[in-house]
């Protein structure tokens, strides 16, 4: 009933618009509700990580990938399809162990973070210095952890947005660097999630020149118990790993071209690596596939919109270069890119769209709100700020991004643990998703909306 009176309130907003709006918003909502219904997100999502699996950026299964991107673009009908090589940093994981030797032997569950270096032949072993938040470690002076293993192990918020997440994962990225500066010989911090697994979660670390990993978040907790009893804690690591400064790496690319504005291009998608724990499903099969099926749909028209939609599968998101990569191989063609962004936050629905700066009267995007009102997305009033880390570098050059944010409540019980599975992608979650971004890019494509224009009229 409510999905069936959102509908008659838009297509009653529909009918007030532009001809031409007007027209946009009645393909947008006919391609929203064929995303619907439609499967190819949930296929490529499932090809994914069915013939790849994991695929850390330097690995074998990276380099499957690569493959399988231009193989899957070019079955789906995309021109153009090609790969841009550069060079980036790659870290690759070998044996992990940890436990605590005394004065309550068990073993720990753990995961290296990325750009940790490996504990000595044998392992390492040191009592442990806990802090429950990072703060508490950075008020401590130079030298004060020598000879110690510290560990943070400060939770994280379970937000609906990326704000939980956003507000602890200093701890993973700055911790070790910062236990190194005050003399620690290894850092271990609580995994950057909201479950109550015993899976931890990997993630990039700060370059530290020590052993770093992320604790289970119940092995944290039994850490500060056994600290709480008053008795000096030992822990033994035992770490392995690979580091190169560079490596090759791949961005993919595929286009549908527009009919009569080729050069002008709307720059969507996902990014192909992840890390190795699971298959890399919610993160982020789920973005490559649904702005590869957005695409798609949009392609299907009887007519090509008028702009070219380019889908990039960028491929070092986790350990960082492939927005920036891109980025430098297309600031020449800076001023042609209308829009980018990226979707990167697993396949929960999308709440709230976030539009570039002042174009939220434009009559294109007005018709975009009318056909995304019954998905239960709202437009905010307020602009985009961030499209993706791997537009980030597009924005610099003066690319407006959009920013669609999805329901993240459960997303980092799974990120960047052995949990990230095809199993906990929703298929009509990731179809609305689908819907929301054809609506988008569709009214984008097949319109003249100038988002420099609209705001510069806002400022």
Do not use: C
């Not at 297509?11 to 532009?18: K, Q």
């Not at 690319?253 to 720059?267: A, M, N, Q, Y």
């Not at 998608?269 to 949009?298: P, R």
């Not at 998905?375 to 961030?386: C, F, G």
């Amino acid at each position: 009933m409510r999905i069936a009176l959102l509908a008659a309130t838009a297509a009653t907003f529909i009918s007030a618009l532009p001809v031409h709006a007007a027209d946009l918003a009645a393909t947008a909502s006919a391609l929203r509700d064929k995303a619907l219904q439609d499967t190819t997100a949930w296929d490529v999502t499932e090809s994914l990580t069915t013939e790849v699996g994991a695929r850390p950026q330097g690995s074998p299964g990276m380099d499957r990938a690569r493959d399988w991107g231009v193989a899957k673009l070019k079955s789906l009908g995309f021109e153009n399809v090609h790969v841009e090589t550069f060079e980036t940093g790659s870290w690759l994981r070998g044996a992990e162990s940890a436990e605590v030797v005394s004065p309550y032997p068990q073993k720990l569950q753990i995961l290296g973070l990325g750009r940790s270096t490996p504990t000595p032949a044998g392992g390492l072993e040191a009592e442990i210095a806990l802090f429950k938040t990072l703060d508490e470690m950075l008020a401590l002076p130079p030298g004060a952890l020598k000879g110690k293993i510290a560990v943070v192990t400060q939770r994280t918020r379970r937000t609906q947005d990326i704000k939980g997440y956003a507000d602890g994962v200093r701890a993973r990225s700055v911790g070790g660097p910062e236990a190194a500066k005050r003399g620690a010989v290894a850092y271990l911090v609580r995994s950057v999630s909201t479950d109550d697994t015993r899976l931890p979660h990997t993630g990039g670390g700060g370059a530290s020149g020590i052993p770093m990993a992320a604790l289970s978040t119940p092995d944290a907790d039994l850490l500060e118990r056994m600290v709480a009893r008053g008795k000096p804690v030992r822990v033994k690591l035992s770490m392995a790993s690979t580091q190169r400064d560079k490596a090759p790496a791949y961005n993919v690319v595929g286009e549908i071209k527009g009919r009569e504005r080729p050069e002008e291009v709307i720059v969507i998608g996902g990014h192909l690596d992840s890390w190795d724990a699971g298959t890399g499903a919610v993160d982020d099969a789920a973005g490559i596939a649904i702005t590869t099926a957005a695409a798609k749909l949009i392609s299907d028209l009887p007519q090509r919109p008028r702009r070219t939609i380019r889908v990039v599968m960028w491929g070092a998101e986790e350990q960082g270069g492939s927005g920036q990569a891109y980025a430098d191989a297309h600031a020449g063609e800076a001023a042609n890119i209308i829009v980018a962004g990226e979707s990167d936050l697993g396949a929960g629905e999308i709440f709230n769209a976030k539009l570039p700066q002042g174009s939220l009267d434009h009559p294109a995007m007005r018709a975009f709100a009318a056909a995304v009102a019954p998905l239960n997305t709202i437009v905010s009033r307020q602009p985009a700020e961030d499209g993706g880390a791997d537009v980030a570098g597009l924005k610099r050059l003066g690319v407006p991004v959009t920013e669609f944010q999805q329901d993240a409540t459960r997303y980092f019980d799974l990120h960047h643990s052995a949990d990230d599975t095809l199993d906990k992608v929703d298929p009509k979650e990731l179809a609305q998703n689908v819907a929301v971004w054809t609506a988008f890019v569709y009214t984008v494509a097949d319109s003249d909306i100038d988002f420099r224009k609209t705001a510069t009229v806002t400022k």
